[in-house]
């Protein structure tokens, strides 16, 4: 079919316009989509930064080029986004309409999820019904064995389960029961159907997480071959890079390997003699005994969150531990070559036993010999012994560009400081050919306004909480609800949630953690007067326009824990200059990122009010170059009788 221009679909007479049913014509995503489509045709690995501030309609703006740029040569583009609701939405909602609306036929797309997200068949004949009772109503139980029986595809999405439910966690296919090749339902996993089928998709969306994950641990990179790579909400690239990148190990996963193999490895090795099973066994209880010492001595001798460095890492190393896992992998040795079912069945067991006894070693020694400090962070966390990269950008720019691509594509409505990227660039390796920053398609100064509150305390001073729940409470009571309040601590959100709660309020409150996230926004959504009080992870995929949200309370500017890990070491790397070139810039687009929840639409109106006096005051930080140009108001807020 021939390509029309971006003007033909976008503009006020476009295909859309005449078509979509609610389409708005709006300059800002004409000219992200026409960007778009000129970085894919020109081809040659181009990368394309593009900052379109809400409501720009920028999912659309990337989706039709890609369409088009996918049927004119067959080519294939991964799309990449942030979160399962997103991509859901795009794979069941966007690219279906945009196709109707456009005429086209015979595009191929689908979702790919990560391992968690898939029923596994061998888990699902193993677990018992007692099990699942132990997790679920009887009725329940029924339907849930329906299911495993007539799904088609194994995504858990189409039950009513909440992410992280025991049974989920117990039927993945990102379970221990995982057999990879060895499997008998090998040629019937959900999961590799999906993986095959993607072969001959022209859009596969999948996300930043899933995508890293393969690009660290397999270094073959994403098992889809893609032609170009489309990122949206592009501000959450650094943060799953580092968490694909990072690793962890405790004592509870040693002695809970090596109890697996206890239970169903070693019983099943029926071509070793009895006295090899039982010489196996015993290795196992010594690696378990010599884990349990280990972790026991760090816990001991190791205060959480001490961070450790090349001068002064763990008390004990994992040498011994590692001997012994050696030695009982040695032990073990390889499963001869059988063609039984049952054979290839204990042979895929051990395999899967050995391998997982090679990861968790490496993780641990790399872990405890902090030998590339301080490019990477090393702590114990009370539990674990961790490890993570202070600096991502190499990384991202390796596993993004591991074969090459005709384009990249970055969006996000928080990338740039006013129009500059850099920080951006720096902190993803990420190079741009072309930039773009678009303005908002609202009218912010008339819609919105920013107050300031000098609080007089610092974080640390005693009566800060009662401080922020009692102004959180006034604000609250003076906008009849209709509140977002976004605090940096846990503590801190018990507190304000505790303030409200503890006497009648013409508004619901909702606090984070009563309910699963997506039963809160529906209540929020639901009830207009309502009080949302979240932590940091309310700053984004909060989309409440009209009368339901008409203030957004922010308790302060986002600086991190000056005790993180990551951030610690960091600035030992950096030297002095790290505030003003990494912390206060990430401030900045997170801040900005928690005041945007304010206006979703044209007819939005309301204030986001900051709790931090040093927006205005600290002049040199230029804390406002982030935010909207509106009106600034530096105000008191009168607080009734204390209580």
């Known amino acids: 079919m021939k390509k029309p221009s971006m003007k033909d679909v976008f503009s006020r007479k476009g295909l859309l316009s005449q078509r979509f049913p609610g389409f708005e014509h709006r300059p800002q995503q004409e000219a992200l989509a026409e960007r778009v489509m000129a970085c894919l045709d020109s081809g040659g690995g181009g990368v394309l930064l593009a900052e379109a501030p809400t409501g720009t309609g920028k999912t659309h703006a990337l989706l039709v080029p890609a369409v088009y740029w996918c049927l004119e040569d067959d080519r294939k583009i991964l799309f990449l986004t942030s979160g399962i609701p997103l991509q859901e939405q795009i794979v069941k909602r966007d690219l279906p309409d945009l196709c109707s609306c456009l005429g086209v ?51 858990f999405s189409e039950l009513a389960l909440p992410p992280g439910h025991p049974v989920i966690s117990a039927l993945s296919a ?26 001959e998709w022209n859009i596969i969306v999948a996300n930043y997480h899933l995508f890293f994950s393969y690009s660290a641990s397999t270094g073959r990179g994403f098992p889809v071959p893609c032609d170009a790579i489309l990122c949206d909400e592009a501000h959450r690239l650094t943060e799953a890079a580092r968490s694909a990148a990072s690793l962890r190990a405790t004592g509870e996963e040693w002695a809970r390997v090596m109890d697996f193999a206890k239970a169903r490895v070693f019983p099943r090795m029926d071509w070793v003699s009895d006295h090899d099973r039982q010489r196996l066994a015993l290795l196992a209880d010594e690696v378990k005994k010599e884990s349990e010492r280990l972790f026991h001595l760090w816990k001991k001798e190791v205060p959480a969150g001490r961070i450790f460095t090349d001068e002064a890492g763990p008390p004990d190393g994992p040498g011994p531990l590692q001997g012994l896992a050696g030695e009982i992998l040695e032990a073990a040795g390889e499963p001869p070559e059988k063609n039984g079912a049952d054979d290839r069945e204990s042979a895929a067991l051990l395999h899967q036993w050995r391998d997982s006894v090679a990861d968790l070693s490496h993780r641990t020694a790399w872990c405890a010999r902090v030998d590339r400090f301080p490019l990477w962070a090393y702590w114990w966390d009370g539990r674990g012994i961790n490890s993570s990269p202070t600096f991502c950008g190499d990384l991202i720019s390796d596993w993004f560009f591991a074969k090459p691509l005709e384009a990249l594509v970055a969006v996000s409505a928080t990338m740039a400081i006013g129009e500059d990227f850099s920080f951006w660039e720096q902190e993803t390796g990420l190079q741009a050919t072309e930039r773009l920053v678009l303005d908002s398609p609202f009218d912010l100064d008339e819609q919105m306004s920013i107050w300031v509150v000098d609080l007089g305390l610092a974080v640390t001073d005693d009566g800060y909480d009662d401080l922020v729940a009692r102004i959180a409470e006034q604000l609250c009571d003076d906008n009849d609800g209709s509140t977002l309040v976004l605090l940096s601590s846990l503590r801190l959100l018990r507190a304000v949630s505790e303030r409200l709660r503890s006497k009648e309020h013409p508004y619901r409150v909702l606090e984070q953690g009563e309910l699963p996230r997506s039963e809160l926004l529906r209540l929020f959504r639901q009830d207009l007067s309502s009080v949302l009080v979240g932590s940091v992870s309310f700053r984004e995929g909060i989309d409440v326009p009209g009368e339901g949200l008409t203030q957004v309370i922010i308790d302060r500017i986002p600086f991190p824990h000056p005790a993180d890990p990551v951030l610690v070491t960091r600035k030992i790397l950096e030297g002095p200059d790290m505030f003003f070139d990494i912390v206060l810039p990430r401030a900045k687009l997170l801040l900005k990122q928690a005041a945007g929840r304010l206006i979703r639409s044209k007819s939005d109106r309301g204030r986001v009010v900051i709790l931090d006096g040093r927006v205005l005051s600290k002049r040199g930080w230029r804390i406002t170059d982030a935010l909207p140009g509106v009106k600034y108001r530096k105000v008191e807020v009168e607080l009734g009788k204390k209580e």
């Open 105 to 155: 036929e015979d595009l191929s797309y689908g979702l790919i999820k990560g391992k968690a997200n898939y029923l596994c068949r061998l888990r699902g004949k193993e677990i018992s019904e007692r099990e699942l009772l132990a997790h679920l109503e009887p009725d329940l139980v029924l339907d849930l064995v329906a299911w495993m029986e007539k799904t088609e595809t194994g995504d």
């Open 174 to 199: 990102a379970s221990e029961a995982c057999r990879g090749n060895g499997c008998p339902f090998r040629e019937s996993c959900f999961l590799r159907r999906v993986l095959q089928q993607a072969q």
